[in-house]
Nanobody, 118 residues
């Protein structure tokens, strides 16, 4: 079992930045792939970025590459998502996930709301 708790969401103006955190706990999550997804109103869940906890290899949605950065602090068992130059289109609930197989079979946090005003 892996437990994930997101934080850091909020209201920000367009062009601003936010840094999301995801505190991870449980057994064996060091073998997992960790990631961020988001869901905007009326849209499907969208992949944002992922990172292999042990090796640090990252992957990003093409449309977000360059503005968003995923990172993890191994000692603090915390996953981060740095989001820069935000636009209203980035408004969504952001979810932290962890998996060893597929995201559909992964563990998820409760989500944190990010709202970008124009």
């Amino acid at each position: 079992q892996v437990q994930l708790v997101e934080s850091g969401g909020g209201l920000v103006q367009a062009g601003g930045s936010l840094k999301l955190s995801c505190a991870a706990s449980g057994r064996g999550f060091v073998t997992y792939v960790m990631g961020w997804f988001r869901r905007s109103p009326g849209k499907e869940r969208e992949f944002v970025a992922s990172i292999r906890w042990a090796g640090g290899t990252t992957a990003y949605a093409n449309s977000l590459k360059g503005r968003f950065t995923i990172a993890r602090d191994y000692a603090k068992s915390t996953l981060y998502l740095q989001m820069n130059n935000l636009s209203p289109e980035d408004t969504a609930v952001y979810y932290c996930g962890a998996t060893t197989t597929t995201w559909a079979n992964g563990y998820w946090g409760q989500g944190t709301q990010v709202t970008v005003s124009s």
